[in-house]
């Protein structure tokens, strides 16, 4: 809701009171967040199933039979390290705070954390009472209005914002190249048991190990098509934000500048590494919280 003048006066005013909170939500960035939304917990749950049951497929089913070859153990290697990568990179998208806006009012000494640009009018939100920064919305899921909010991903059981958007670019390239290597496997394993006759390609007997196969192939096809739709939305929507800004629309510069705010500082190998910046809370029980919809783990 737009406020008047008048209004954002008083709410500036009310906010000089509530300068606390915002100093504690400030503090909340390095803490860990969960929703606590059972729909959500349940998908995400069912993806790290999902990515088990293709990691139990490919290692038990179509490697490890072959034994100690330099083909089964590249690819177990490889296909257990884009495994780890995924969950890893899901766990921080769901377990970062994504740009969660204090509740309450913002004090005027925290105007240029809330992004205002000059001139601006303030915007209000209603739902959790706090001043909403430029492309700031609130999620009814999450309760709380977020920063450069994406949209509302229940498979990571969170929001995709400002602050955790590069773990869950990561998570979608890591699980598009997750799937498309399951079905490469999938189909060289095929063509092998179907030159043996169905015969030593499998500890399994033919029935399970066709039926494991297709379980494979039909969750590597969805997910693929899926993360790999997704993964590029989000490249576009990062890039074509920084063109917007920058009034610069198709410039080079301006895509790198735009991967360059999300992923965080100049392209390196830590742009695609779910563990950048990682603080683990060694002692959470010390750091006071406050109410909300997320708490620490
Ligand atoms: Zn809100
Ligand atoms: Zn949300």
Redesign the pocket.
């Known amino acids: 809701m737009r406020t008047s003048s008048a209004q954002r006066q008083r709410l500036l005013l009310e906010a000089e009171g509530a300068g606390q909170v915002a100093v504690e939500a400030e503090e909340e960035g390095g803490a860990l967040w969960f929703?606590p939304d059972c729909c959500g917990v349940l998908c995400a749950a069912v993806t790290w199933l999902l990515v088990l049951f293709a990691v139990f497929v490919v290692t038990f089913v179509l490697l490890l039979p072959s034994g100690g070859s330099v083909h089964a153990a590249v690819h177990g290697l490889g296909f257990n390290g884009l495994a780890a990568l995924a969950l890893a990179a899901h766990l921080r998208t769901m377990l970062t705070d994504?740009g969660a806006v204090p509740r309450g009012n913002a004090a005027r000494r925290h105007g240029t954390d809330l992004q205002l640009l000059p001139g601006q009018e303030l915007s209000k939100c209603s739902k959790c009472c706090s001043i909403k920064p430029h492309r700031a919305h609130h999620?009814s899921?999450?309760q709380r209005c977020?920063r450069r909010m994406d949209h509302?991903c229940p498979w990571v059981n969170?929001?995709v914002g400002e602050r955790n958007q590069r773990f869950f670019v990561l998570f979608t390239m890591y699980v598009s190249i997750l799937s498309g290597h399951a079905l490469a496997l999938c189909g060289y394993h095929f063509i092998s048991c179907v030159r043996l006759q169905w015969t030593e390609c499998s500890d399994f007997s033919p029935p399970v190990t066709i039926l494991l196969m297709i379980f494979l192939c039909m969750e590597s096809l969805l997910f693929l098509t899926f993360t790999a739709v997704m993964f590029s939305t989000q490249l576009h929507s990062i890039c074509s934000s920084a063109a917007v800004r920058n009034s610069w629309s198709g410039d080079t510069w301006c895509r790198w500048a735009g991967l360059s705010s999300v992923f965080g500082g100049p392209p390196s190998l830590l742009w695609i590494s779910p563990f950048a910046g990682l603080k683990l809370p060694l002692f959470p029980w010390k750091r006071p919280r406050r109410g909300g919809a997320e708490f620490s783990v």
């Open positions: 929703v994504p999620c899921i999450c977020i509302h969170n929001c």
